[in-house]
C-alpha cells in the first residue's frame, strides 16, 4: 500500500485517465477480432490496480482488488464511478459460475498467495464461450530457480513466479464444472526490468544469469473440455 500511496503522490491525475485511455484503447484492439466489446459486455478485471483499463471500457464492469477501496479513495479523480468496485481476493470471486462474458487479470498472477485456486476461481466465473486474458511475466528458467530459492526475502511482493512453460500448464490444465481453457491467440514481449542491486560486477552476474522476463498474454476461450 506504501508502494501505491508513493505512486499516488508522484503522477499528475490528469496524466493518470491519459494512461487509463491509452491502454484501454490498446486492450480493445488486441481483444477486437475475437471479442465483441459492446454495451451488453459484462467485463470483470480481476487484481485491477490503481490504473485499471475497465474504467475505459465499454459495458457492465466490475473491478475487484484486496485494495479496491484503498485505490478508490487515493486516486478517485482518474477513476471511474460507472465501475462496480470490490474489494477481495482472485482466489475466492464472489460472484455466480459464469456471470461475466470477459475476465481480465493482468499482471496479478504471480502477486496472489494460490495461483492454481485464482486460475480455478477465472474460469469458473467466465462464463461457456466466454473470454480470459491473462498477463503474467514470466522468467527464463535460471532466473525461475533463482526466484524459487531466494525470492521470499530478495522479491516479497511477487510469492510466485513462472516459466512460461509452467504457466501454460496452470492455465490450460485446469478443468471446473467440465469446462477448460483453450488457448485463443498469445502476444509476448520483452518486460521492463527492475533496478538491480549491487556493484557493477554483480549486476553482470546478474544480467548474465537472468536474461530478463517475458511479459507474457494469452487470451482463452471457456470451452467444453
Ligand atoms: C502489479 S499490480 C497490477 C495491476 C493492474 N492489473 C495492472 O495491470 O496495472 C498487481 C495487483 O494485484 C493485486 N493483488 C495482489 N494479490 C491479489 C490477490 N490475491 N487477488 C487479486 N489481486 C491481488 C494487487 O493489489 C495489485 O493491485
Redesign the pocket.
Known amino acids: 500500500m506504501v508502494w501505491?500511496r508513493r505512486r499516488g503522490d508522484q503522477f499528475e491525475l490528469a496524466q493518470a485517465a491519459d494512461r487509463i485511455r491509452a491502454?484501454a484503447a490498446a486492450l480493445a484492439e488486441k481483444l477486437s477480432p475475437h471479442v465483441p466489446l459492446t454495451e451488453e459486455t459484462k467485463t470483470l478485471?480481476?487484481?485491477?490496480?490503481?490504473?485499471?483499463?475497465i474504467c475505459d471500457l465499454p459495458g457492465r464492469r466490475y473491478a475487484?482488488?484486496?485494495?479496491?477501496h484503498f485505490?478508490q479513495r487515493q486516486f478517485r479523480h482518474s477513476l471511474s464511478d460507472q465501475v462496480a468496485w470490490v474489494e477481495?481476493?482472485?482466489?475466492d470471486l464472489p460472484w455466480r459460475d459464469g456471470a461475466f462474458d470477459v475476465v481480465?487479470?493482468?499482471?496479478?498472477l504471480d502477486?496472489?498467495?494460490?495461483p492454481r485456486m485464482?486460475v480455478r476461481e477465472l474460469l469458473r466465473v467466465t462464463r461457456a464461450g466466454g473470454h480470459c486474458l491473462l498477463?503474467v511475466n514470466c522468467l527464463a528458467n535460471v532466473a525461475y530457480w533463482a526466484h524459487r530459492l531466494a525470492g521470499r526475502w530478495t522479491d516479497p511482493?511477487h510469492p510466485h513466479s513462472f516459466t512460461e512453460q509452467h504457466l501454460r500448464a496452470l492455465l490450460l490444465g485446469e478443468a471446473v464444472g467440465g469446462h477448460v481453457f483453450r488457448l485463443v491467440d498469445r502476444w509476448a514481449a520483452r518486460a521492463r526490468r527492475g533496478g538491480l542491486k549491487g556493484t557493477p560486477l554483480l549486476k553482470r552476474i546478474a544480467r548474465a544469469l537472468c536474461p530478463g522476463r517475458n511479459r507474457v498474454e494469452y487470451l482463452m476461450e471457456k470451452v467444453p473440455r
Not at 88 to 91: K, L, P, Q, S, V
Open positions: 501505491w491502454r478485471d480481476i487484481g485491477c490496480g490503481p490504473e485499471p483499463e475487484l482488488d484486496p485494495l479496491a485505490f477481495g481476493i482472485g482466489e481480465l487479470c493482468l499482471n496479478v502477486h496472489t498467495w494460490e485464482a498477463e511482493e
